[in-house]
T-cell receptor, first 113, second 114 residues
Framework: AQSVAQPEDQVNVAEGNPLTVKCTYS??????LFWYVQYPNRGLQFLLK??????LVKGSYGFEAEFNKSQTSFHLKKPSALVSDSALYFCAVRPTGGFKTIFGAGTRLFVKA | EAQVTQNPRYLITVTGKKLTVTCSQNMNHEYMSWYRQDPGLGLRQIYY???????DKGDVPEGYKVSRKEKRNFPLILESPSPNQTSLYFCASQRTGGDTDTQYFGPGTRLTVL
């Protein structure tokens, strides 16, 4: 079955430190990969996506993600965390040729001042 | 402003009382979808629509209905809500011109069924 795993329910980092939110997937072929962020009482907002090409993808708010095909991973990173980055982050995968998107369970990021 | 709107944002109801959650988008998107978000489970797709009058079941369709009579609107109907449908619901839309496009999400509807 196709699935997306976010192994950490919560990630805690200090402001100014680098952060990583992990995502691995089990989807056949070469799927498209997405990261979304959800702030309290808001809908999901698009951060970045990987379609093809360079394995390092840059997105909104200084976030980037590294695609690793051999490990089927798409980890979200940021060099220097801000308190305002505290939110719920979702990794999502879309098999090619369709529109269905499979979401991970979400990882709550807490950045401490 | 490009957006997806949902109403109501919050709803408390009782078991068995029919309700409708509306969803509207102003981006002329063909594809629309409903998700429910539950802790530890992420977003699960309830129903989706590829265009007007074209709808299909997602992963968790039981207890829900949808309709797509106009391109911009995609209401979610719970004909006889039950407590296990207490959840946070999101509507989303997307162009079908390219399968690489992102989805745009509404602000969510928090539903409590007593």
């Amino acid at each position: 079955a196709q699935s997306v795993a976010q192994p950490e329910d919560q990630v805690n980092v200090a402001e100014g430190n680098p952060l990583t939110v992990k995502c691995t997937y089990s989807v056949s072929g070469n799927p498209y990969l997405f990261w979304y962020v959800q702030y309290p009482n808001r809908g999901l907002q698009f951060l970045l996506k990987y379609i093809t090409g360079d394995n390092l993808v840059k997105g909104s708010y200084g976030f980037e993600a590294e695609f690793n095909k051999s490990q089927t991973s798409f980890h979200l990173k940021k060099p220097s965390a801000l308190v305002s980055d505290s939110a719920l982050y979702f990794c999502a995968v879309r098999p090619t040729g369709g529109f269905k998107t499979i979401f991970g369970a979400g990882t709550r990021l807490f950045v401490k001042a | 402003e490009a957006q997806v709107t949902q109403n109501p944002r919050y709803l408390i109801t009782v078991t068995g009382k029919k309700l409708t959650v509306t969803c509207s988008q102003n981006m002329n998107h063909e594809y629309m979808s409903w998700y429910r978000q539950d802790p530890g489970l992420g977003l699960r797709q309830i129903y989706y629509s590829m265009n007007v009058e074209v709808t299909d079941k997602g992963d968790v369709p039981e207890g829900y209905k949808v309709s797509r009579k106009e391109k911009r609107n995609f209401p979610l109907i719970l004909e006889s809500p039950s407590p296990n449908q207490t959840s946070l619901y999101f509507c989303a839309s997307q162009r079908t011109g390219g399968d690489t496009d992102t989805q745009y999400f509404g602000p969510g509807t928090r539903l409590t069924v007593l």
